[in-house]
């Protein structure tokens, strides 16, 4: 995915950016015949000061730009821009959140399923909650988690039939889903999903909130505040803020009956 560079003199849609007369443009720097220099010569000579960049896998090149020229804060989690501010959901915390609202619901062998380049761009935010939750909440034998490079029918019915999962936890809308549903398992009878990157609230999916609008307008006035002080380059000391995750309750979990008691909660 091409990583968007926002510029600002004009009309930014968040808290502060119209009225404070800024605007947000979109530019693409990994595309055909464009290099670091040249992306950051262009930038300069529009006069652009401000830069907001999305989140970048790192698949793809560093990002080289001449920093000093610009005020930038990164959108989420880039390892190949983590010394700059940032601003992000606290994915932590939302894992956590995750595995409590799961045993509330009966579940007792949730397992967590993403992509390897997921979990390393998230800095294994993930996995390690996990882990920290199976062992906080006493589930003996929970699933391995499945982290793998692209979604396969084969991978991930393999570790369905190995692992016995009551419920599958992670990015699961798109093709992960297609493939669970192509395995004659019903959900949320046979199989609850809960997702880490619930569109939005209400939304047919069980699970965390990104609130990607409220994280955008912070990230905007963190931008409009360091342009307004003209403070550029690279941070000496690079602040991430975190946004913590909301409970959507959705339709793809099952409320199981038991009388299992609650393990021990996290707080």
């Not at 443009?25 to 015949?33: A, I, K, V």
């Not at 505040?225 to 339709?251: F, S, Y």
């Amino acid at each position: 995915m091409p990583a968007p560079v926002a510029d600002f003199p004009t009309d930014v849609r968040g808290r502060g950016g119209a009225q404070r007369n800024y605007r947000l443009e979109h530019f693409w720097l990994f595309r055909d015949g464009m290099s670091n220099a040249r992306f950051s010569q262009m930038l300069e000579s529009r006069g652009i000061r401000g830069l907001l960049v999305a989140p970048v896998p790192d698949t793809h090149p560093l990002i080289e730009l001449n920093w000093a020229a610009f005020s930038t804060v990164v959108l989420g989690l880039t390892p190949t821009t983590q010394t700059f501010h940032r601003v992000m959901t606290d994915d932590y915390q939302s894992m956590l959140l995750v595995m409590e609202e799961c045993l509330k619901l009966g579940y007792r062998r949730p397992g967590l399923v993403t992509r390897l380049e997921t979990i390393k761009r998230l800095e294994f935010r993930w996995e390690g909650a996990y882990c920290v939750a199976c062992e906080r909440f006493g589930l003996k034998t929970p699933p391995s988690p499945l982290f793998v490079d692209e979604w396969t029918t084969g991978a991930v019915e393999r570790w369905l039939e190995r692992e016995r999962p009551d419920g599958v936890i992670g990015p699961v809308l798109g093709k992960l889903e297609e493939i669970i549903r192509a395995s004659a398992r019903r959900v949320p009878a046979d199989l609850g999903l809960v997702g880490l990157l619930v569109p939005g609230a209400g939304d047919r999916l069980s699970g965390v909130l990104q609130d990607g609008g409220v994280i955008g307008a912070v990230a905007i006035d963190q931008l409009i505040a360091a342009v307004e002080r003209n403070v550029t380059g690279i941070p000496e000391q690079p602040i991430t803020h975190t946004k913590l995750g909301r409970w959507n309750p959705g339709r793809t979990p099952k409320k199981k009956a038991t009388k299992t008691p609650l393990p021990m909660p996290l707080s």
